[in-house]
């Protein structure tokens, strides 16, 4: 596990730029940090809550709506899938997927500033709505915080 956690984390070790208005916590997330949430939070059922709750705000966001496809399911079985393997549950993303490249994936999308606001802004309400209580909630929080602002690829 730690093995795939240093794959994925390098990649995000970078600082935002001065003057974002994103909800950083301060802390850059490590592996050791994320590598517990699966098994706290209480595994596939919540983390399957989770995304189910996320992509319900997804779906009803006029902003970021149309950024995905017509058909939501398949990405979210692989938030699903990406999501319980970074926080420490089975490698299945990785077996599927292959490498997460995380940017490079989502450089298809039109991501700045506003974009990765509401997708932060929907992912820390779906957990909050999942019911994730501490020290899992920062920990997620922090990750999300961080790695939303990874993500954009324009102003
Ligand atoms: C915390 C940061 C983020 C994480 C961990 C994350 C994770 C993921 C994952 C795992 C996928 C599926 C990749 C695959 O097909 O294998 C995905 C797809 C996608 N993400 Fe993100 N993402 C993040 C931030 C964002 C942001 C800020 C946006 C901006 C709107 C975004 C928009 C999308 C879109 C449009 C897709 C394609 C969905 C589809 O094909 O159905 N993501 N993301």
Redesign the pocket.
């Known amino acids: 596990m730690r093995r795939t956690l240093s794959r994925v984390l390098p990649a995000m070790n970078q600082r935002s730029a001065p003057g974002d208005q994103l909800p950083l916590s301060g802390a850059v997330p490590s592996a050791a940090d994320a590598s517990t949430v699966y098994a706290d939070v209480g595994g596939d059922a919540t983390i399957r809550d989770l995304v189910d709750r996320f992509y319900v705000r997804i779906e009803a966001d006029p902003l970021?709506r149309p950024?995905?496809?017509p058909d939501?399911a398949?990405?979210k079985e692989?938030?699903f899938l990406?999501l319980t393997q970074f926080f420490g549950g089975p490698m299945r993303y990785s077996e599927q997927?292959g490498h997460p490249r995380?940017r490079a994936?989502?450089l298809p999308?039109a991501?700045g500033t506003p974009?990765?606001q509401a997708?932060l802004s929907h992912m820390l309400a779906a957990i909050d709505e999942t019911g994730i209580t501490e020290p899992s909630r920062t920990k997620m929080r922090n990750y999300?915080s961080y790695?939303?602002m990874f993500?954009r690829n324009q102003p």
Do not use: D
């Open positions: 970021l950024l995905f496809p939501l398949q990405g692989h938030q990406f997927r995380m994936r989502h999308f991501i974009e990765a997708w999300f790695a939303a993500m």
